[in-house]
């Protein structure tokens, strides 16, 4: 008899499971369990809906009868806690449902740090389909809005309010935007462009208290200098953490995240974990977190772990270079290998930033000037270049001669790479030219 396979969560890590566990075998029974949505949609993608650029039907990579075609069941409950020891799950409606493999794949949820009032109305996150529509139901009586804490999805609640011209405090307790991440000429750029699109961005401010109006809903913030900021919502945006409050005190072996080895299993024999819940008992590789909460490595997650379950040769995660993406409003930012806001004297890095202060471009180099991460702003770049560069370790100036590969930009997009060769060339007292083109090129550019 087929075994049943239950993935609990339909985020990018447990449906990218369910459907190479499908190709690559035929008669497993599998069912996605979910209490957010129905079905699986693009989590990224929540601002734009927001912002009028998409409908919700957009954002599903999938049309609605692909599960049924490929025969992964879902089911739409929300998990209250699992019976480890009899196998099965139990619903918040008093349901269960019986399970032969358990694959945990519940994301994250956002980190709340026990400010007083955190839990009046009005004051909230922004991480599932429900948080956009709480969102979306208190935009209507918003005057002032406050966002605490400098990160990602912060400048992303900054640009959503600001497409509906309601006035934004951003408070950050650091003196520069991101500074636990990006380098300080980064984190000027970050910091100035953010306040260029009329945000008020404050830096070396800390939340203190969030203040009731007397009905249960948020009136007024308080910071940690005693001032007083009125505003009818709140956005705590300080991080994300792995979603297990239903597994603690269970059986299962849990940290900060659920903790699995390199293959995905837990401590208990048939059980899995996947995506933004997970910590490794060890990273995973060289300058990688025990904790990776992005898109592509919770795909990566769940491709690896399909591959287990479906093969009697068992891998390893082996994630590779570290990549991540993002925008701050209308300037992109890529990273590639580990690249810190501060390094060691056995390190050094050349920085270029055009004369508006919107495209920048990082390359931090080991002793020997070969390559190990690189920063990008404003300029998109293509991931293999840079993904061969760092696993070759290229010198310095074999990156800088053939930067013009690496660009992606659209066409009729300028070129920078002649302006960040002069520059470097000048900075280190080098003659490093382009390469010669060829007749083609010559012709056709």
């Known amino acids: 008899m087929a075994s049943q396979i239950v993935i609990v969560g339909n985020g990018i890590s447990g449906v990218t499971c369910a459907r190479h566990i499908r190709k690559n075998d035929d008669m497993a029974k599998i069912v996605i369990v979910s209490g957010e949505t129905e079905h699986f949609f693009s989590r990224t993608a929540l601002m734009y809906i ?192 792995p979603n297990i409050d239903f597994l603690k005190g269970s059986e299962l072996d849990t940290n900060r995240g659920i903790v699995v080895n390199r293959k995905f299993e837990t401590n208990i024999p048939e059980v899995y974990a996947i995506g933004d819940c997970v910590e490794f008992s060890e990273a995973p590789g060289p300058d990688r977190k025990v904790i990776e909460q992005v898109w592509y490595t919770g795909r990566m997650h769940g491709e690896t772990l399909a591959y287990n379950l479906t093969h009697d040769k068992q891998v390893e995660y082996k994630p590779g270079i570290w990549f991540n993406s993002a925008k701050f409003f209308d300037i992109e930012y890529q990273t590639y290998g580990f690249l810190p806001s501060t390094w060691s004297k056995d390190k050094w890095s050349f920085y270029w930033e055009n ?67 002069k520059s470097y060339n000048k900075e280190t007292g080098k003659a490093v030219s382009l390469p010669k083109k060829s007749m083609f090129q010559k012709i056709f550019g």
């Not at 009032?117 to 709480?134: I, M, P, W």
């Not at 993904?387 to 930009?409: M, P, Q, R, Y």
Request: aromatic letters at 12%.
């Open 50 to 241: 927001y912002m009028g650029h998409m409908k919700y039907e957009h954002t599903k990579p999938y049309a609605d009868d692909f599960w049924e075609k490929n025969r992964i069941a879902l089911k739409f409950a929300w998990v209250k806690r699992v019976d480890f020891s009899n196998r099965h799950l139990c619903f918040d409606n008093g349901e269960k449902l019986d399970y032969d493999k358990l694959i945990l794949a519940t994301g994250s949820k956002p980190n709340y740090f026990g400010w007083p009032g955190q839990d009046l109305k009005g004051v909230q996150g922004l991480y599932s389909y429900q948080d956009l529509e709480q969102m979306e139901k208190r935009s209507k009586k918003i005057s002032h809005a406050v966002i605490v804490g400098g990160g990602l999805i912060g400048v992303e609640m900054a640009e959503m309010f600001s497409t509906r011209e309601i006035p934004v405090t951003f408070l950050v307790r650091e003196k520069k935007f991101w500074s636990n991440v990006l380098p300080p000429e980064e984190s000027k750029l970050v910091g100035r462009h953010i306040k260029e699109h009329h945000i008020d961005l404050r830096f070396s401010t800390e939340l203190s208290e969030i203040l009731d109006d007397g009905n249960g809903e948020v009136k007024a913030v308080k910071t940690s200098s005693g001032e007083l900021i009125p505003c009818e919502f709140v956005g705590l945006t300080a991080g994300v953490r």
């Open 355 to 421: 004369k508006e202060g919107k495209i920048a471009l990082r390359l931090l180099f080991d002793d020997k000037e070969r390559i190990l991460a690189v920063n990008a702003f404003g300029w998109r770049m293509r991931h293999a270049f840079f993904d061969k560069a760092i696993k070759e370790a290229w010198h310095a100036d074999k990156v800088l001669e053939k930067l013009g590969e690496a660009s992606f930009n659209p066409e009729f997009y300028d070129s920078y790479h002649r302006d960040v060769l």
